[in-house]
């Protein structure tokens, strides 16, 4: 992320002023990974557009309020927004007394036994706190390093690689306990 | 691990990313913006609250009395006032002794009892406990207690000064030490006239006070 340093200030700067041309350059950039964290999350890939969308009109509707100190700033406070909209999604979704549709297959490039797989991971990461929850998906379905990764929660490098081998460790355990 | 490593998401088409900023942008004109130049409604209903009850405040203190809770209020009102017109000292001077008149004129004790029935009303008490000389010498050398009731008694020959309520008295208080910070500032001025007036509504105060007291000095 350090590389593009001085292309995301110019950009959050420009987003500030209301440049709808650099919030489209930011959208560009920042939309695949926010789609990535919020899709092992939702039941399906339109949920997770919606979704995606909320959040970058959240971004949009914010922008005023938040101030570039570096990169991980930036990362900081879409992941914060994307968790709320998250958490606003899974709310509705209890008040609405909606069954959980079963997780669709449209959102893996995976054979279905190995989608199979997934969906076990899921289910078990369901009994894993947010916190270890969140390494997780950072990691795996965003793709991000464990650099990136600490940037996105203030923290150091070598805090996020122990919590992530504790939440490992975790579902792990969880995973051989739904097997048995 | 591998299983976690393994997982490959099919990722954000290009077609879903246009299609996904389109709706975004087509809903942006209805984003509300924050302006430095809206407020929001909240702020300015509070906003008008507190103006409106600062307004009521200082209008409802005009018309408060020395004692009263607002009065403070009336005084730094017209401190504003006299420093940024002078000619207003006279008014104020006036106005604090109209506030005089109206505070003692709610009080029962001075309104309604004429000046002699109220000498005869503070004079009556104290009229047993003068002992008549030929009682105090009859029983043996006057004490240095019944000495001084005899001084008191030779020393108030005259109508003895009528008690006033404690409201009438902080009415008093109040009223002088605002007449005398007007007059102080009115000194400090170079408007000679204005501060002969003000010494003028001075000793009309004084001699209401006097007359109140029952006593001509």
């Known amino acids: 992320m350090s590389q593009d340093t001085e292309r995301f200030r110019s950009l959050v700067e420009r987003l500030k002023s209301g440049d709808e041309a650099a919030f489209k350059e930011l959208y560009e950039s920042l939309s695949g990974r926010v789609f990535s964290y919020i899709i092992p999350r939702v039941g399906g890939r339109d949920e997770a557009l919606d979704l995606l969308q909320d959040v970058f009109l959240d971004l949009w509707s914010a922008r005023l309020r938040f101030s570039y100190v570096n990169d991980a700033s930036v990362w900081g406070f879409i992941f914060l927004i994307t968790r709320r909209k998250l958490a606003e999604h899974y709310g509705k979704r209890r008040r609405d007394s909606e069954i959980a549709e079963l997780p669709q297959d449209d959102r893996y490039d995976m054979d279905i036994h190995a989608i199979g797989d997934v969906h076990a991971i899921e289910l078990g990461m369901k009994d894993l706190s947010d916190k270890d929850r969140d390494v997780l998906t950072l990691r795996y379905w965003s793709g991000l390093s464990f650099a990136e990764i600490a940037e996105a929660n203030g923290k150091t490098e070598t805090a996020v690689r122990v919590h992530h081998h504790r939440a490992l460790a975790k579902l792990e355990a969880i995973l051989k306990n739904h097997e048995n | 691990m591998r299983k976690l490593e393994n997982i490959r998401i099919r990722p954000l088409s290009n077609e879903e990313r246009s299609r996904a900023w389109n709706n975004i942008a087509s809903q942006l004109p209805s984003t509300p913006v924050l302006s430095p130049f809206v407020f929001p409604i ?109 001084m008191f008694s030779v020393v108030n020959s005259g109508p003895a000064p009528t008690p006033l309520s404690d409201e009438t008295e902080q009415a008093i208080t109040t009223t002088r030490a605002a007449l005398e910070e007007i007059l102080n500032k009115a000194l400090m001025g170079d408007d000679t006239q204005t501060v002969v007036e003000i010494m003028a509504t001075i000793d009309e105060f004084e001699t209401k006070v006097n007359t109140l007291r029952g006593s001509s000095f």
């Open chain 2, 42 to 150: 909240h702020k300015v209903v509070s906003f008008a609250a507190i103006f409106i009850f600062l307004i009521g405040t200082v209008s409802a203190s005009d018309s408060s009395r020395p004692g009263q809770l607002l009065f403070p209020i009336d005084i730094a009102v017209e401190r504003i006032e006299s420093s940024l017109d002078s000619s207003s000292q006279v008014n104020h001077a006036q106005e604090r002794l109209v506030e005089f008149d109206a505070t003692v004129g709610s009080d029962e004790t001075i309104q309604e009892t004429p000046t002699a029935a109220r000498m005869e009303k503070t004079a009556a008490p104290i009229a047993p406990i003068n002992p008549r000389p030929s009682d105090v010498f009859l029983e043996g050398e006057p004490t240095s207690e019944t000495a001084d009731m005899m």
